[in-house]
């Protein structure tokens, strides 16, 4: 992993989605990720508000791998946000 981005061990369980934190040179940058993506990437059928924190940390690493490459590539939605 590029040492200059380091994740936070903040988790934000929204209606849909999970949000997590990445920082790279002091500035912090919002990754969403999907209960869908992370049942997929889990191998879990049904992510919701109430397991979503559980399946995220089976897959964080690989979620935050995912994440490291987008703000690599320097993707970012119109609010400067990365969205998995």
């Known amino acids: ?3 200059s981005i380091i994740f936070t061990d903040q988790l ?3 209606k849909s989605r999970v949000k997590f ?6 500035v912090n940058i919002n990754c969403f990720v999907s209960f869908g993506v992370i049942g997929q990437l889990c191998g ?3 992510v919701n ?3 979503a ?6 897959c964080r690493f690989d979620l935050e791998e995912k994440a490291e490459e ?3 590539q320097e993707l970012f939605n119109d609010d400067g946000d ?3």
């Open 70 to 72: 987008l703000i690599e």
């Open 21 to 26: 934190i990445a920082q790279q040179q002091g």
């Open 53 to 58: 924190a559980d399946a995220f940390e089976q």
């Open 1 to 3: 992993m590029n040492q």
């Open 44 to 46: 879990q059928q049904a």
């Open 82 to 84: 990365i969205v998995l």
């Open 49 to 51: 508000q109430l397991n």
């Open 12 to 14: 934000f369980i929204e």
